[in-house]
């Protein structure tokens, strides 16, 4: 109980990796996550929350920015403006834009809250927060698997 995901995200990053927009008579977004639920996800289990049609502004949600932003000691969504929680029985998904601003309630009721995550974007932006698969792992994969995790290229190591 208590841990929860920070807000984050919204259509006014830039980041192309998270772009929505509408362009020459149709929709584009860089990625779609699709969150599916092994557990039952209700009031107090720690909920995705997200602030619908926030991926459609350039404007940054006020909690998001300048002195307002959420830090370390306001770790969930819980009390944040125009956030809606998504409750999922086990075997339910929510599928959104990474573009929309979203992150957790607090989970307060005892247990754990399962679910599996899957991401869906262009292959130049599937490696985030620097990952990259140790030699190891590589050794284990077969070569279909293999071309599943490698990056197109690597990022220049800078040292120094």
Same mark, same amino acid.
């Given at each position: 109980?208590?841990?929860?995901?920070?807000?984050?995200?919204?259509?006014?990053?830039?980041?192309?990796r998270?772009?929505?927009?509408?362009?020459?008579g149709?929709f584009?977004?860089?990625?779609?996550?699709?969150?599916?639920?092994?557990?039952?996800?209700?009031?107090g289990?720690?909920?995705?929350m +997200?602030?619908?049609?926030?991926?459609?502004?350039?404007?940054?949600?006020p909690r998001?920015?300048?002195?307002t932003h959420?830090?370390?000691?306001?770790?969930s969504?819980?009390d944040?403006?125009?956030?809606?929680e998504?409750h999922?029985?086990?075997?339910?998904?929510i599928?959104f +834009?990474?573009?929309?601003s979203?992150?957790?309630?607090k %989970?307060?009721?005892?247990?754990?809250r399962?679910?599996? +995550?899957? %991401?869906y974007g262009?292959?130049?932006a599937?490696? %985030?927060?620097?990952?990259?698969?140790?030699d190891t792992l590589?050794? %284990?994969l077969?070569d279909q698997?293999?071309?599943?995790?490698?990056?197109?290229?690597k990022?220049?190591?800078i040292?120094?």
């Amino acid at each position: 109980p208590g841990e929860a995901i920070l807000l984050h995200s919204g259509g006014h990053t830039g980041c192309k990796r998270t772009q929505f927009r509408y362009r020459n008579g149709g929709f584009h977004c860089g990625q779609i996550n699709i969150l599916i639920a092994l557990t039952d996800i209700g009031p107090g289990d720690g909920a995705t929350m +997200v602030i619908p049609g926030s991926h459609k502004s350039n404007i940054e949600h006020p909690r998001l920015s300048g002195d307002t932003h959420l830090d370390e000691t306001e770790i969930s969504v819980d009390d944040v403006e125009a956030a809606e929680e998504v409750h999922l029985k086990a075997g339910d998904a929510i599928l959104f +834009v990474d573009a929309i601003s979203h992150g957790s309630a607090k %989970r307060i009721n005892e247990g754990d809250r399962r679910i599996l +995550v899957y %991401r869906y974007g262009p292959s130049w932006a599937n490696f %985030r927060h620097n990952f990259t698969p140790s030699d190891t792992l590589l050794e %284990r994969l077969t070569d279909q698997r293999r071309k599943i995790v490698m990056p197109k290229y690597k990022k220049p190591q800078i040292t120094g």
